[in-house]
DNA sequence: AATGAATGAGGATTCATTCAT
DNA sequence: TATGAATGAATCCTCATTCAT
């Protein structure tokens, strides 16, 4: 509806510089919102270029969001390897993967929203790029808890799938409050509070006593 | 050439029939796919009746989803309150609401949705009735884990908040891996190993050992 | 939208009862607002009837204004009647016809647009009952002015249309002008304003000076 | 079967040229009807192109309307003013400007009547670009007469605001009945109307015999 | 490589009108 | 006689997508 719209700059860029910004800004926009308000020719203007240039790049809507949601697992994946083989412990394995995830969900509520809500009810969810990142992305977490149930230091009478959904439940819940804006969260303490009641809740034999990780008062 | 239009009887219903028929549709509709992908043709269609039908008893799209979602939780807290003083003790109270949260989610989970969603981030959302609904809902969890702190039965190193998260969190991941036909789920096992998890890791008394409730294996 | 309609009093009139209510109703209406702007539904609300009862009076929406202006007509021209012979002398037929007409055109603008808008663009205006009323009621005051002129006690260098057009066309931008709320207007003033110009712009003899009818300052 | 809708042909037009096609035509049908009677789908139609396209450049079809009668009044002044200061006398200004009045609402009554009826009576109306417009226009008049009343030239009998409702109530009414088509009207003849029933009617004292613009007969 | 104009296919909402009871 | 339920036909507006340049 402008009369004159603002004059293009940044003209001419090659195709993998032009392909990042587009992903960069939509990722942005999904930080903020769904998936369903998402708005092509927002994203357009964002990025200072025509509706067309998207299309372009991207078959559809759709299939930009996409794959920006495998980019973003992608780095989710990379950056949790460098600490992978670093922590020791249980307790701490558990609590260092629920501060990551914290951390990285915090950075991109939506994102998890579109791959929780709107990808994995796609037929062909199965077969996409995505599923294998999202699985191994939980998978993490699945595979400490079900090692502690194999070697004896956690009970195995809860089903981990229902730890892995109270851990990854509780996050998002903790997230969504936050961006409602009624009141902000630590994921320190988030990561400790979670990792606590779990690993204590589960545990089978009395852990020493904690001196870090309390809760001032 | 298209099909000529299904013989539309003119089904005619009293005006509290209507109400109840428009709002099953879309209740279950709801339960289906979110409320932005609801169309308020396909509502009339499955009820096979007009679109001008529903804004006579409805005055938007929006009311008719929020008097759903009323109520829905009207139903709930009817349901709840049979139950509401005959159990006695933290757990067995915590795990009696968690099933119900359960077993009354897990028949709605897009009403869930919608509410936590769509309806919690509607500026005006504090002054409609189904804000006094739902606070009267999960304030229940949360009344048994404040006192439960209180009573110094519960640790204090953990916030309630954090914990009314794990288990309303965990209840929705439940769900929706359910639709995704993922895999059935069982009120009875997640009421059980969620309530556990949360005791045990919250109880500051090593509990007697408990007989009932166990997973087999 | 209400879930219990107020309930129907005043039920079982005679036709012409019934009738004559419809009409008053819509005539109040069209004083409030436009005919676009007024809506059956109300219409069968204020009445505290049904809409289909309205369509067993009259055929359409549109029947239903016509006659009701023309009924509006038919009142002006009896009352008009009555003072038709008591007044003598151009300037004060003039002032009385003026008066009158500004009288009732204020009690019912909307209606003065609806037949001036709406019915008179009609294509089947011409053999409308409504066209001989309203001709009628034009008329008195082209007569007056065609009188006066053809005595020699007006110029002619005016046509007559353009006279009457000063006047309907004063009085109605004052009627709306009122109507928007942007100052009261006084029919009393006005009378006298139009006439007076209208008659010393157009008398060929100075009239005797003129005591009564002036404004203060 | 329907006639296979007319084969549209891209029409590629800069936005200038498609926002100037688009108020020409709105323009033009609003002479023919008003603005409850102006149909998006219409507009389109008679561009030759579609309805999304007229909103890829007018917000709302309120802004459309609002942007033409801005358009159109900025045309009026811009005239009006090429004249403002050659005329000397009260009574030529008058019958100047009110010749300019009549020549510009012939060429658009639908416009007049729009801004008069739908705009004036909204409640941002004052502090639309529009107003101010107006205010300039009507406000030309005011002056000339006003300052004829201050001169002592015009009596003070009657207000200026009813002086300018007989002007302009006036026009309108030509105007309307010019276009119904029940016979034309000459600007002159009703410029030299108007202003001398006005001059005449107002003026202090016997004005000298006047040679020109009188009706033949 | 880039785009700007243009649009098809809806989507929510309104309202005069109908008809079985 | 009266009506309550129901609706068809618009009406404004939105947005992902296309294609000639």
Chains 1, 2, 3, 4 share one sequence.
């Not at 003209?11 to 910004?21: A, F, K, V």
């Not at 394995?93 to 009810?121: I, Y």
């Not at 961006?179 to 969260?185: N, P, T, V």
């Not at 320190?188 to 904690?210: C, F, H, K, Q």
Request: aromatic share 8%; hydrophobic share 40%; with cysteine.
């Amino acid at each position: 509806m402008p009369h004159s719209p603002p004059p293009r700059v940044r003209n001419r860029l090659s195709p993998d510089e032009r392909i990042s910004e587009i992903m960069a800004i939509t990722r942005q926009m999904l930080s903020e919102k769904g998936y369903e308000k998402i708005i092509t020719s927002e994203v357009a203007d964002r990025c200072g270029i025509s509706e067309a240039t998207i299309y372009k790049y991207f078959a559809s809507k759709r299939d930009l969001l996409v794959r920006v949601a495998e980019q973003w697992f992608e780095e989710i994946l990379a950056v949790d390897d460098q600490h992978a083989t670093t922590t020791k412990g249980i307790r701490d394995r558990l609590r260092r993967l629920v501060w990551e995830s914290l951390a990285v969900v915090r950075k991109e509520p939506s994102l998890t929203r579109f791959v929780l809500m709107e990808l994995r009810s796609d037929p062909s969810y199965r077969s996409m790029h995505i599923y294998t990142l999202n699985r191994k992305f939980t998978g993490k977490i699945s595979a400490v808890l079900n090692q502690a149930v194999k070697t004896g230091e956690f009970r195995n009478d809860v089903p981990v799938s229902l730890l892995r959904d109270m851990i990854f439940g509780c996050i998002e819940h903790q997230i969504w409050t936050f961006l409602r804006g009624e009141g902000d969260f630590s994921v320190d303490l988030a990561a400790d509070g979670i990792s606590n009641v779990i690993y204590r809740g589960m545990a089978t034999t009395r852990p020493a006593p904690e001196s870090q990780n309390q809760v001032s008062a």
